[in-house]
């Protein structure tokens, strides 16, 4: 059982969200909050395995919530907010994932299932590769520098000037170009999109519209687009794999 808080100064938007969750047979829903303040009381009070937080509310924002947990904190958060420029600052804070209003019950699944996989693990930062294992990307944080194994990632999206590097369980930001990373990663993280690559290992079915337009369908049902002047290279080598 998942143990959730909700946070949303918008009263609609947190009824919404009750309602999609109630769906879920394994959350529970231990609080709500309207504030960035209140949320910080019932977050410390209840120990929640998880928080969906809205960023823009009144006096304390999401992100300062997620600031003011940081440190040492048992409950993995996901932002839930109608603006998508704090992406940036959001996966800085070690997210669980940023899903932008109002939510699709698809992306939801898609957040719940990487939350669930989160308490599932140990909680240690992302091992080493070992001598077996293909390099590692170097990702600065505070404190140091984490090896994020290339084996583990997902798809890696652009970010403004940052890349955004998903693995199943957590994402990590660099400040890098998409162009740069081509040179570091193995072939079978493929680039799809002008800003996207993805493992070709963690595709589970290539879709194509009524319109021509290509998708990648990988796991928790999550869509990435391939670029027209990809979509040969892409179809070839899923061919090929």
Not at 219 to 227: I, K, M, Q, S
């Amino acid at each position: 059982m998942i143990r959730v808080v909700l946070a949303d100064d918008e009263p609609l938007a947190l009824r919404g969200m009750v309602r999609l969750l109630d769906n879920v047979e394994d959350v529970e829903v231990v609080g709500t909050a309207t504030t960035g303040q209140s949320a910080l009381e019932i977050i410390r009070a209840a120990s929640p395995d998880l928080v969906l937080l809205d960023i823009q509310m009144p006096g304390t924002s999401g992100l300062e919530v997620a600031a003011a947990l940081a440190a040492g904190s048992p409950t993995d958060i996901i932002f839930v907010t109608a603006f998508d420029t704090h992406a940036i600052e959001a996966f800085a804070l070690d997210a669980v994932d940023y899903l932008l209003k109002p939510v699709q019950p698809d992306r939801l699944h898609q957040s719940l299932q990487r939350a669930r996989r989160r308490l599932a693990s140990t909680r240690e930062p992302v091992s080493t590769a070992t001598e077996d294992e293909p390099p590692c990307l170097h990702v600065p944080q505070k404190g140091g520098e984490i090896d994020v194994p290339q084996s583990e990632i997902v798809w890696i999206e652009a970010a403004r000037d940052y890349c955004l590097i998903h693995t199943d369980q957590r994402s990590f930001i660099i400040r890098t170009t998409m162009a740069d990373l081509a040179t570091q990663l193995i072939p079978r993280i493929m680039r799809v999109h002008r800003s996207a690559y993805v493992c070709l290992d963690k595709v589970e079915r290539f879709e194509v519209d009524e319109k021509g337009s290509a998708t990648l369908v990988l796991g928790d049902r999550l869509h990435v687009a391939v670029g027209p002047s990809y979509t040969k290279a892409v179809r070839a080598a899923l061919t090929a794999h």
